[in-house]
């Protein structure tokens, strides 16, 4: 059997695997392994007495990749970006951020709905995961909402929809992850998420205020705030500005040279916010918990992804990759459809799977055949069939599929942000969330969309980055 | 028989000997022997040695300066101011070192072989804001330089960083070092060079050495004719490897003054203080180190001199 | 997908190695979250020593490496104890009873195969790293500074075998709600309605802002 057939197999038992239930860092690894025993079994002619050879190679080849793989000082982002979440918690932050937001947003149509997107936005630069920052405004905002006479299913709605900015809008581990896999520059990823980020918040916001100005019982606005309470509300909330604009002077200085690597940006910013913390009277056993909680997450990510690099590894043996990147850039279909149909077909995975999971599995075997499109690694904008640069090309396909992911947190039936939200307020039930959300497929198809008519809106902050 | 080659990164005058070795194998045995150059879907460029061991792989590219102690005998090669001049001698004192059994032994213990090096120039350094002409200018100097080198400047005050090369050109943009020691090709490949605004002409501290091994197993499973094919295709893909080089070098002249990058030359006086700093303390402490551990490093060292004079001598 | 689930508690001696084993998890756990604010610390070290004191700190990139694997591994156990690691559950949340029970007596065998063999490849992955000839028992050291490379490829086969430990009892937990027919066993997470796992996860939130 060639390499390329044996792949085929044994990616399709990974995905059976998959849907059967099996936890999916295992099932990755398993089918990594198996694939390697397959490969080099089949190197030696599938000999009976060779397969005690086979089986140690391959797991001494598997066993390595753990380690291997996990020691990189790109990916201890990930646990800082995560623990800046959670310290956030203690520090304060949302509320501060939540009531910002409410003063200086709240007069226009649907005001607390538009707030409650930009507080989420605002938010989203400290929190690296969707479903925290929806499970936190679920219970901040939404009673608010209720208290002035929102539609219920409308507030679980705002507050579904605004969690997925967390992932998009720096710092962001998702971010990190499909810059680890494609081997692409993280700094400059980050850089790329910020404009995205903001503006689907700001399609959102949109949305909303088109939505009130017709039902007008939908959300009445909130006017009343002086200039005096606006200003006050700033403070609370200068954390998060600081984090901000810590990351990006770490990543790109406008002024100068830059401060250091985004790694040592997260960290600096984790630091701050820490600080905060302890000064609004963090315990002992509050950051005991938080470690627990950061480990305990940080492990969940990392088994993925390394398991997941057991079956990337087998891959490389097997050289599936290059043999579908060949197929598709052989298509005679024009590349901007077959770019569409891979962002549709994301949609489709992405309603049974959640967005880290779905993105390991898959991009190992779509990126190279999306860079292949594009016309390579190296080609130039001139020459590309997508009008950019190579690395241009993965940041822009990065911001992409990282928007499919977080679309997929709030399309039923598998909507973790939707659950969230009816999880945290029993008076609502999923089917209610995902009815109140579904004003927003449209906006982030809106999104997506225009991301993929002009590029330039994901292109332009890293390109200054040099 | 089909072989799976591990380097990494993509492919560059660096990986040029292999490309070539796989070309002329393949040429020689009809098709029947073939090798497979991987960039880097076969493992972690630091990992290529357990590959080898493991047998994952047949045949592998690594650097010695990536882990010291997998290889503690070639380390010779990486030992700072040795007088290497040009490729042709890195080429002489690496075969001579790779003969030595101290070094087959060792390699054994991996299950690996050495076949040829990957011959590198000397690894000037490039670096930003003022040209730093004298010691005292080295003093706090965040330098990416693994290795022997690595210890060279720190012995002059400056602080090695190593980030991997691939993100050499962001540590630059970012501060995290501010001069990089590459060879030419590295600086174009990685992008050094475009963030650069002087580069050293003339230091040429020292040099890292990146062997291409085979598992020995596989090379004694071969036939007759394919280990011969593979053996007798070594110095054919060396030459090959040495011409594309020279090319490269031919036009970096044109690229500095394209980049308006000055060359900065330091005067013999300066480099002999680096010389007396630096060399002198690392090679002893080097010597006396391998010898504490059984292995021959005055003998080694006294082989790579002899080689060196002897092909300086016969140019 | 599931993200955490409950595990029941009683007197039996399965319940009991159960929370006797949680301790070591927990403290292993620890020590990954401990390690994460340690990279903090450091990176903040880093940072500061660079731009306010020119001394930046030696092999920083190297002591990052070195640390990963006890960060990103050592908690392996505890999170499959907790049903942490992540899955659909699309078709197995539909199972009740024996098939259910069936269907994740499957699932964690097939897990303990893997990590088993992972753990050999592991331990053979240190193996090669370690020399009890060598100065500092090293035969493989980092890039920058040199350090011993064996220490953190050794967390890795350890926390491996502290998984498979747990996955023995989880097979003994399921395997026995396979025998007995029970609705509610102890030592194994249960499958939480999506609905169950959104509270649950939000009461852990609770009172953080
Ligand atoms: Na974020
Ligand atoms: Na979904």
Not at chain 1, 271 to 293: H, N, P, W
Request: glycine residues 8%.
């Amino acid at each position: 059997m060639d390499p390329i057939e044996i792949g085929l197999w044994v990616s399709g038992g990974m995905l059976l695997m998959v849907v059967l239930g099996m936890r999916v860092a295992f099932a990755a690894a398993m089918a990594g392994l198996i694939g390697l025993i397959w490969i080099f079994w089949a190197k030696k002619g599938m000999e009976w007495d060779q397969l005690g050879w086979a089986l140690t190679v391959a797991i001494k080849t598997a066993g390595q990749v753990p380690h291997s793989k996990v020691s990189s000082q790109t990916l201890s982002l990930i646990p800082t970006f995560i623990l800046i979440g959670f310290l956030a918690y203690y520090a304060g932050l949302t509320k501060a951020i939540f009531e910002a937001a409410k003063r200086w947003f709240a007069w226009v149509p649907g005001g607390l709905a538009v707030s409650t997107v930009f507080a989420t936005a605002g938010f989203a630069a400290v929190s690296g995961a969707s479903v925290a920052t929806a499970a936190v405004f679920a219970r901040i905002a939404i009673p608010e909402m209720l208290k002035i006479g929102y539609n219920k299913q409308f507030a679980a709605g705002v507050v579904a929809a605004g969690g997925t900015l967390a992932s998009l809008i720096p710092p962001s581990a998702i971010l990190v992850i499909y810059a680890i896999i494609v081997e692409q520059d993280v700094g400059k990823l980050l850089l790329a998420g910020f404009i995205p980020g903001a503006f689907s918040a700001v399609v959102y916001a949109i949305l909303i205020i088109g939505i009130a100005m017709i039902w007008k019982n939908v959300g009445p606005p909130v006017t009343g705030f002086t200039w005096r309470e606006r200003f006050a509300s700033l403070p609370a909330a200068l954390p998060i500005v600081a984090v901000v604009v810590i990351i990006i002077f770490f990543v790109y200085n406008p002024f100068g040279d830059a401060w250091g690597t985004p790694t040592e940006g997260g960290a600096v910013g984790a630091f701050i916010v820490f600080c905060m913390a302890v000064f609004r009277g963090m315990r002992l056993a509050e950051l005991k918990d938080a470690l627990l909680e950061t480990a305990k997450l940080t492990v969940m990510i990392f088994t993925i992804i390394w398991g997941v690099l057991i079956y990337v590894r087998f891959l490389g043996f097997a050289d599936l990759p290059g043999a579908f990147a060949e197929w598709i850039s052989s298509l005679e279909t024009s590349p901007m459809l077959i770019l569409i149909c891979i962002l549709l077909a994301y949609a489709v995975l992405g309603m049974f799977m959640d967005a880290i999971g779905m993105l390991l599995l898959t991009l190992p075997v779509v990126y190279p055949a999306v860079m292949a499109l594009n016309g390579g690694e190296f080609v130039s904008a001139a020459d590309s069939a997508f009008g950019m640069s190579g690395p241009m090309c993965a940041i822009w396909f990065g911001i992409l599929v990282v928007k499919m992911a977080e679309f997929c947190l709030i399309t039923p039936p598998i909507g973790l942000n939707c659950f969230v939200v009816a999880g945290v307020r029993p008076d609502l039930s999923v089917q209610d969330v995902f009815r109140g959300v579904m004003p927003f497929f449209v906006a982030d198809a809106v999104t997506i969309g225009l991301l993929v008519a002009f590029p330039q809106i994901v292109l332009w902050l890293p390109s200054l980055a040099g | 028989t089909e072989w799976n080659a591990s380097v990494w990164g993509k492919r560059r005058a660096f990986t040029e000997h292999v490309e070539k070795i796989a070309e002329l194998v393949s040429e020689k045995t009809n098709g029947e022997f073939t090798i497979n150059v991987s960039y880097g879907g076969l493992s972690k460029n630091r990992e290529n040695l357990d590959g080898i061991s493991i047998g994952a792989f047949e045949m592998a590219q690594f650097c010695a300066g990536y882990h010291a102690d997998k290889n503690r005998a070639i380390t010779v090669l990486e030992l700072p101011f040795l007088g290497v001049s040009n490729l042709e001698e890195e080429v002489a004192v690496s075969r001579a070192v790779y003969a030595h059994p101290a070094v087959a032994k060792e390699m054994a213990q991996w299950n690996a072989k050495m076949l040829m090096t990957s011959p590198m120039p000397q690894y000037n350094l490039v670096g930003t804001g003022d040209p730093r002409t004298t010691l005292e200018d080295f003093d706090g100097m965040r330098v990416r330089a693994t290795g022997g080198l690595g210890k060279a400047f720190e012995a002059v005050g400056a602080v090695p960083t190593s980030v991997t090369s691939s993100e050499a050109y962001n540590a630059m943009e970012s501060g995290v070092v501010d001069t990089v020691a590459f060879a030419q090709h590295a600086h174009l490949s990685f992008g050094t060079i475009n963030k650069a605004d002087w580069w050293t002409a003339n230091l040429n501290p020292g040099t890292v050495n990146c062997p291409v091994v085979v598992n020995i197993d596989a090379y004694e499973a071969l036939s007759d004719a394919e280990r011969e094919a593979l053996d007798g295709s070594v110095d054919e893909a060396l030459d090959h490897y040495l011409a594309n080089y020279g090319e490269l070098l031919e036009r970096w002249d044109t690229v500095l003054e394209e980049k308006g990058v000055e060359k900065v030359e330091f005067s013999p006086e300066v480099i002999a203080e680096f010389k007396a700093k630096a060399a002198d303390p690392a090679r002893e402490a080097w010597i006396k180190d391998m010898e504490a551990q059984g292995i021959p490093g005055q003998e080694l060292y006294d082989l790579v001199i002899e080689t060196l004079e002897k092909e300086q001598a016969s140019n | 997908m599931a993200g955490s689930s409950a595990v029941l508690e009683d007197s039996s001696i399965l319940s009991r190695l159960d929370r006797g084993l949680l301790k070591l998890e927990t403290f292993f756990a620890l020590i990954s979250g401990i390690a994460v604010f340690m990279l903090m610390v450091l990176a903040v070290w880093s940072v500061g020593g660079r731009k306010f004191f020119a001394s930046p700190l030696a092999g920083y990139v190297d002591w990052i490496e070195a640390a990963m694997p006890f960060i990103a591994i050592m908690g392996i156990a505890y999170t499959q104890r907790m049903g942490g690691h992540v899955r659909m559950d699309i078709l197995i949340g539909q199972l009740k009873g024996r098939a259910l029970w069936a269907a994740e007596l499957l699932s964690v065998v097939l897990i303990l195969l893997l990590m088993l063999a992972l753990t050999w490849g592991a331990w053979a992955h240190f193996d090669r790293s370690f020399d009890m000839g060598a100065p500092m028992w090293s035969r493989d050291s980092s890039i920058d500074i040199g350090l011993p490379i064996w220490p953190s490829k050794l967390v890795v086969p350890v926390a491996f075998a502290v998984i498979s430990l747990r996955l023995c009892l989880q097979i003994w937990g399921y395997g026995r709600a396979l025998v007995l027919g029970l609705e509610r066993p102890v030592a194994v997470p249960l499958v939480q309605s999506a609905a169950e796992q959104a509270m649950a996860e939000a009461e852990q939130l609770d009172g953080r802002d």
